[in-house]
């Protein structure tokens, strides 16, 4: 099992960056897929952005291409994910995931990302 905690979100007006990480422990971090996922009110969760478990391969999602940034640091079996240009509709709850492709996923219990326009 792999346990994961999401951290530094918070309240960023539109322009802005933040930075969120992923903290994993438990089994190996670098044998996993990691991605990004966000959650608005009122919507499901979408698709952020996707990094393979060397890192070398990464995809986001449309609306974020550009913006934001996936990485990982698997010697600190932390993710990351570096957002730029924050707009109001980045506005949600920001989730880690551990194989998100896969039957055995493992979620964290998300971060809150507030961009005040």
């Known amino acids: 099992q792999v346990q994961l905690v999401e951290s530094g979100g918070g309240l960023v007006q539109a322009g802005g960056s933040l930075r969120l990480s992923c903290a994993a422990s438990g089994r190996t971090f670098s044998n996993y897929v990691m991605g990004w996922f966000r959650q608005a009110p009122g919507k499901e969760r979408e698709f952020v952005a996707r990094?393979?478990?060397?890192?070398?391969?990464?995809s986001y999602a449309d609306s974020v291409k550009g913006r934001f940034t996936i990485s990982r640091d698997n010697a600190k079996n932390t993710m990351y994910l570096q957002m730029n240009s924050l707009k109001s509709e980045d506005t949600a709850v920001y989730y880690c995931?551990?194989?998100?492709?896969?039957?055995?996923?493992?979620w964290g219990r998300g971060t809150q990302v507030t961009v005040s326009s």
């Open positions: 990094i393979s478990q060397s890192g070398g391969v990464t």
């Open positions: 995931a551990a194989n998100p492709d896969s039957p055995q996923d493992y």
